[in-house]
């Protein structure tokens, strides 16, 4: 692993542009805000997070392995990959639109521990993953971002690799952040109130089931 690379690596232009996409407003971060007002805890939220850096992940490796080419070379290929993707995020918006309209169904019951039963966690962490998985763009965006931080000539494996795992580290921390001032909010409570009312659960609801829909249909025409 060559010293450019660490210092690619360490260098404020790489880091601030990998926390500027990675912060930006897209699937992964709208479905960690709809399980954090459905199930208000932190291991299903947590659970979809892994999922996502597991697909997240394999994307780096996609891309640092000229995998993703293939799909680039094969538009139907990529269209199908898009429309699966679609569909999860689609699902998943009605859903939360669904549960908006349906406040009495709108979320799991805790159990009397206060947590959520543990089988669904794995359901959680595939659900992330899909979420991830199912956006092809994720693994041809990495194609070209990562290498442009590198000199011209052909970068190494290694140094693409330490570059995706600096991004990944972000994209863990930021969903770390996102998830406690999440759960934070839902569950603060004021002066005997309820921690989070029903109206404002649904509200919460509605508004991720939309952008998700919305995110579902750009996916799709793009």
Excluded at 36 to 49: D, N
Excluded at 127 to 152: D, E, I, R, S
Excluded at 186 to 197: D, H, I, K, L, Y
Aim: charged residues 10%; hydrophobic residues 55%.
């Amino acid at each position: 692993m060559t010293s450019t690379a660490l210092a690619v690596a360490a260098s404020p232009a790489f880091l601030a542009s990998c926390t500027a996409v990675i912060c930006s407003p897209g699937p992964d971060s709208m479905l960690v805000l709809r399980l954090i007002s459905r199930a208000r805890r932190r291991p299903p939220v947590l659970a979809a997070a892994a999922g996502m850096l597991i697909a997240g992940a394999g994307y780096a490796v996609a891309a640092i392995t000229g995998s993703m080419a293939v799909v680039m070379l094969r538009p139907e290929l990529f269209l199908a990959w898009q429309i699966a993707g679609a569909s999860v995020l689609a699902l998943t918006g009605a859903r939360a639109l669904w549960e908006a309209l349906r406040p009495e169904q709108a979320g799991p019951q805790p159990s009397a521990a206060g947590e959520p039963p543990a089988g669904r966690l794995p359901r959680h962490l595939l659900l992330g993953f899909l979420c991830t998985a199912g956006n092809p763009k994720v693994g041809l965006f990495l194609t070209v971002f990562l290498p442009q931080f590198l000199p011209v000539e052909a970068p190494s494996a290694a140094a693409l690799s330490l570059l995706a795992l600096v991004y990944l580290a972000i994209g863990a921390l930021w969903l770390l952040i996102l998830t406690e001032v999440g759960v934070r909010v839902v569950t603060r409570r004021t002066a005997g109130e309820a921690a989070f009312p029903p109206l404002a659960a649904r509200i919460g609801n509605a508004v991720a089931g939309l952008v998700l829909l919305g995110l579902a249909l750009t996916l799709f025409v793009r």
